[in-house]
């Protein structure tokens, strides 16, 4: 990051009139949804913020955030892929690009999955429910510890990630279309079912509900791997030509994929719109900004465009990585109720690998999503505008 | 006589100035100020914008099942660490109340846990509490096994996560108040326990008739000041188990903090801090209550 | 022959109370695959220092170690003047309502900063002490420097000072801050010590101020640097556990330094 900002002042150090600099302050990790609260409540908000995908809504909702449109032509917009202007678009308004995108992806290790007898599915397919817990009892049955699921993970934005598409895979939603409504919608029969159904892993000794390591498939103790890119570069080092990677196992007939990161944004405490502007051209350039970021992390790049930088896309796992994002990726729930939702819907997905009955579960987190909702909307205040983007595949 | 008096009243301004200052800026402003945003629907992110709303705050989370849980949880903390842990810390200071040097290192041995941090053991026990997964599993379970005891989820069994901080807390704190009972003890005059002793006193006699009685000050105030503390419960649940499974280890704290920085919901959070003060405040004055009694 | 027994007991007493931080200093030296596994816990190799390295470098605690120490140390010192001088005005100057005044302070004392968190962090704000690096370090420690209860806690101790010493002071002619300065101060050291020692006890351990107000990664103090490594992925057990040895450290040294002076004093303040 500190090597683009001194490539944009090197850069712009020569323009002719204005002088531009760009000033980066990093917030650490740890804790980011309440920092940036902080932040944004002390007025230290900077002129150009980045921040992860789903927060986008609560800040434009708040009127923190100067729309984009201004900036981009068309042209450049359509450069970038759609689940990238889904994230960032709340209330049909362009609030935030990102360099870089996401995915999430169920490696496999070739072979291990033939020990047991397990035949991977056809390049670029990914297995439904059933066949996915059939394989894990294969591989239980030879002795293999089947899939990793991370449950250690410290920061409950993983559960939120990782797991939605079990819900919408299986036809769910996580809260209505307008983002105010989860009464009815989180604790449907649909996710029920689906979410017994991944209580099942952990009931039959599928996953581990504590974990220790946190790469147990690099450590070749597992078979299949419940991940994102980033772990790509660290498998395909470990593991070689045994490495494989297909989609989510789907719910129902239809897989889903994750996707969404981390974004730039404008905010109105920019006193010179423009110039920040430039940076946020810059930084979500392909050449400029796209491309040495996604060589330092390995994520998947934002715009059509630069991926030929990147042959490792041409194959597997990575040409998987792409193709779920042009096709079935579904960006997470754009509300401004996000952080309570992402925080009760992690607990709950906790409990539930726990042993907590399901129905009870989610009818819980329902309500107290619901109770911080509605003591904001009705009672008017800061009321949110009302067609904002909830959550649709893009 | 009278220069002096009257330099002391003049000096007293300047000596008050800093700390009254500090406190005022820092305590009493602040305190204010929430009191005035409990009565609105403040936004974190905007918090001037909010609109009056009367004491709707207050009702509402009088009303809410997730704070009176959060209260119900804090409250079974306090009412499970204090009696256990001021009994344990007597009893302590019962046994090492010896000039030996063998028992210096036992006082300090109970001691050392109170000079680590909190954040530092939530995290340590934490590791300690980890379930059996095969053959990995946390020292607790590891010891119970010695025995031939059954390893158990702890701090990812509803039933047991809040009694097993509890118990991480107790071991913390056991050592300081120990150190209390032990300067009290060491200060009951000799004279009535010979006498007692003399007179054919057992030592449980003893222990009643004279040395409690004694100690009744001191008892008080370590009951009070540990009953305030458990009230503040926070780092504990939040980093070990973030308040879960369900809410059986949601803290009033945690709920407070939860209110400000998930919801964002700055007049809410304002007006649990209030109830919150109230609470803390009454134990306070029934304290003070206690204590006079004593005195009268 | 009994005396052997009771000596065995306070031994395994003692040892059995510490195991959980002798496990903590042993763990952090074991080899992370071995952390877990108690089958053969002590023996057969598997020990190693390159926790601490990790901790080190991963949670920076160079610069969290400063910070913090800077915290504690800006907290105590110029709490010790500041409270100092309203326990002495409370305890040894007359003037109008002082009473009333000090009735107000210890009102104050039932005050967690957990409540006052929020409300602090806006008023910490508008006195411009969030937002950049300096600034949030005086944040830091600022709010804390004045403390109802150690105003308490020193007024007992000057109020039990023998008048005899004034006295002597005023006749050789000596105003309130001489008296104060030269002849009051010393005389409590011992309490002196014990208000550092628990400033140092609480803010060490600070979590939620900081996490609040240190939002820049340089601002970081050892404790929130700790939480830090529980939640960023690697989650690496052997550097948390290295970690937590590292941010204990410097309190046992302090901690240490002041003993001798926090029994006697902490009973006087609780008796009365």
Redesign the interface.
């Known amino acids: 990051m500190r090597a683009i900002a001194a490539a944009f002042n090197a850069a712009h150090a020569a323009h002719a009139a204005q002088r531009v600099r760009v000033v980066l302050t990093f917030f650490p990790d740890f804790h980011y949804t309440e920092k940036i609260a902080i932040a944004a409540a002390a007025r230290d908000l900077p002129d150009v913020l980045d921040l992860d995908g789903p927060l986008v809504a609560r800040f434009a909702s708040a009127g923190l955030l100067r729309p984009l449109e201004p900036w981009f032509s068309a042209g450049e917009l359509a450069d970038f892929l759609p689940t990238i202007l889904a994230q960032g678009t709340v209330d049909g308004r362009l609030y935030a690009l990102g360099a870089f995108e996401s995915a999430a992806v169920l490696y496999y290790d070739r072979a291990m999955l033939a020990a047991a007898g397990v035949a991977p599915p056809p390049d670029g397919r990914g297995w439904s429910w059933e066949e996915f817990l059939a394989a894990c009892a294969r591989l239980r049955r030879a002795g293999i510890e089947p899939v990793a699921l991370h449950m250690n993970e410290g920061a409950d934005e993983w559960f939120t990630y990782a797991f939605s598409p079990v819900v919408w895979s299986g036809g769910g939603h996580l809260i209505s279309a307008d983002g105010r409504r989860v009464r009815g919608v989180l604790a449907s029969a649909e996710n029920i079912r689906s979410l017994r159904r991944w209580q099942d892993l952990f009931r039959q000794g599928f996953a581990a509900t504590d974990p220790l390591d946190p790469d147990p498939f690099g450590h070749g103790r597992v078979a299949l791997d419940w991940s994102g890119h980033w772990m790509a570069r660290s498998h395909a080092a470990v593991k070689g030509d045994r490495l494989g990677a297909m989609p989510l196992p789907a719910a129902g007939a239809q897989p889903v994929a994750p996707c969404g990161s981390w974004c730039w944004a404008l905010t109105t405490a920019a006193r010179e719109p423009a110039l920040a502007a430039r940076w946020l051209r810059w930084v979500t350039d392909s050449r400029h900004g796209i491309e040495p970021v996604v060589q330092a992390n390995g994520a998947v790049p934002a715009r059509r465009s630069a991926f030929a930088a990147f042959p490792d896309y041409a194959r597997p796992p990575y040409r998987l990585f792409r193709d779920q994002l042009e096709h079935f990726a579904r960006p997470r729930p754009r509300t401004p109720y996000y952080a309570t939702l992402t925080s009760q819907f992690a607990a709950a997905l906790r409990d539930i690998a726990h042993g907590a009955d399901v129905a009870a579960r989610l009818l819980t987190a329902e309500d107290e999503i619901q109770s911080v909702i509605d003591r904001r909307e009705p009672a008017g205040g800061t009321a949110v505008p009302p067609a904002a983007t909830g959550e649709t595949a893009p | 006589m009278i220069a002096w008096r009257k330099s002391q009243a003049r000096a007293a301004p300047w000596f008050l100035l800093p700390a009254l200052a500090l406190l005022a800026v820092f305590v009493v402003w602040p305190m204010l100020r929430a009191l005035a945003w409990s009565f609105t629907n403040a936004d974190l992110l905007a918090p001037g914008q909010g609109r009056g709303i009367g004491l709707a705050n207050y009702s509402d989370l009088l009303a809410d099942p997730r704070f009176r849980r959060a209260f119900a949880n804090t409250a079974l903390f306090a009412l499970l660490v204090v009696p256990v842990q001021t009994a344990a810390a007597f009893l302590l200071a019962l046994w090492v109340n010896r000039p030996e040097p063998a028992w210096r290192w036992l006082r300090t041995a109970f001691f050392a846990p109170v000079v680590v941090s909190m954040p530092v053991l939530a995290v340590l026990w934490t590791m300690l509490y980890q379930p059996a997964q095969g053959r990995e599993m946390g020292l607790v379970n590891a010891l119970l096994g010695l025995v031939g005891a059954p390893p158990q989820a702890w701090l990812r069994d509803p039933s047991l996560a809040l009694p097993a901080i509890a118990a991480m807390s107790l071991w913390q704190g056991v050592g300081l108040q120990m150190m209390v009972f032990l300067a009290g003890l060491q200060g009951v005059p000799r004279e009535l326990v010979e006498a007692a002793r003399i007179d054919g006193a057992g030592a449980w006699a003893r222990l009643r008739h004279v040395i409690l009685p004694a100690l009744r000050n001191t008892l008080v105030f370590v009951v009070t000041v540990t009953t305030l503390l458990a009230f503040r419960l926070f780092v504990q649940p939040y980093l070990m188990t973030r308040g879960g499974p369900g809410t059986s280890t949601l803290s009033l704290i945690q709920s407070i903090y939860e209110t400000t920085f998930v919801a964002q919901d700055l007049g809410r959070a304002c007006a649990a801090a209030f109830l919150f003060l109230l609470l803390v405040g009454a134990l306070a004055l029934v304290q003070r209550r206690a204590a006079r009694e004593e005195r009268a | 022959m009994k005396r052997l027994l009771s000596?065995a007991a306070?031994?395994a007493?003692?040892?059995l109370?510490?195991?959980?931080?002798l496990?903590?200093l042993l763990?952090s030296l074991r080899e992370e695959s071995r952390?877990?596994?108690?089958?053969d816990w002590l023996g057969s190799g598997g020990w190693t220092a390159t926790h601490y390295a990790d901790a080190w470098r991963r949670a920076e605690l160079g610069r969290a170690l400063v910070n913090s120490l800077a915290q504690v140390a800006a907290i105590a010192g110029a709490g010790l003047?500041?409270?100092a001088?309203?326990a002495?005005?409370?305890a040894?100057?007359?003037?109008?309502g002082?009473e009333v005044?000090f009735g107000a302070?210890v009102i104050?004392?039932?005050?967690?900063v957990?409540?006052?968190a929020?409300?602090?962090?806006?008023?910490a704000?508008d006195?411009g002490l969030?937002?950049g690096h300096g600034a949030a370090m005086a944040g830091l420690a600022?709010?804390?420097?004045?403390k109802?209860f150690n105003?308490y806690f020193l007024r007992q101790h000057f109020m039990a000072l023998p008048a005899e010493l004034e006295e002597a002071a005023?006749l050789d002619g000596a105003?309130?801050?001489r008296q104060?300065w030269s002849v009051a101060l010393p005389a409590v050291r011992p309490a002196l010590a014990t208000v550092v020692l628990l400033d140092l006890?609480a803010h060490?351990?600070d979590?939620?101020w900081p996490?609040?107000?240190a939002?820049?990664?340089e601002t970081?103090t050892v404790?929130?640097s700790?939480?830090?490594l529980?939640?960023?992925?690697?989650?690496?057990?052997g550097d948390?556990?290295a970690c937590?040895v590292l941010?204990?450290l410097p309190?046992?040294v302090l901690?240490r330094w002041l003993q001798r002076h926090?029994?006697?004093t902490?009973?006087?303040a609780?008796?009365?």
Do not use: D, H
Request: proline share 6%; net charge positive; glycine share 6%.
């Open positions: 000596w306070s031994l007493a003692g040892l109370f510490l195991a959980p931080l496990w903590m763990a952390i877990f596994q108690f089958g003047f500041v409270n001088l309203a002495y005005a409370f040894r100057l007359e003037f109008r002082r005044l302070v104050l004392i039932v005050l967690p957990e409540v006052l929020v409300p602090m962090l806006f008023t704000r006195l969030t937002g600022v709010p804390f420097v004045a109802a105003i005023v105003g309130a801050w104060f006890l060490w351990g979590f939620l996490l609040m107000i939002t820049r990664e970081r404790q929130l700790l939480a830090a529980f939640t960023q992925p690697p989650v690496q057990w948390i556990l937590a941010a204990t309190v046992l901690f926090l029994v006697a902490e009973a006087r609780g008796i009365k």
